[in-house]
């Protein structure tokens, strides 16, 4: 999935260091932070494609509903 999210690691490096991290910790601080973003973030263009797709289910789930109701009014 493709993430537009942009997470500048070379600053949160030098934050960390300017802080007392060592080079390593921070830079492994880092690269964990970057794969939780990228894993776990929900970008704009994520929330539109649920958005899509909850809005074609509704759609469908009406259509049935007005199917139902015209299948039971001719019946009666």
Sequence with gaps: MEHA???D?????KKLKSVGF?????????EALKDLID???????DLKELE???TVKLGAI???GIAAVAA???LA
């Design 52 to 54: 899509l797709r909850l």
């Design 22 to 30: 060592t080079e390593e910790q921070a830079a492994v601080q880092a």
């Design 62 to 64: 009406m259509a049935a």
């Design 5 to 7: 999210v942009l997470f």
């Design 39 to 45: 894993e776990h973030l929900a970008t704009k263009k």
């Design 9 to 13: 690691t070379y600053a949160y490096v």
């Design 72 to 74: 039971i009014v001719k």
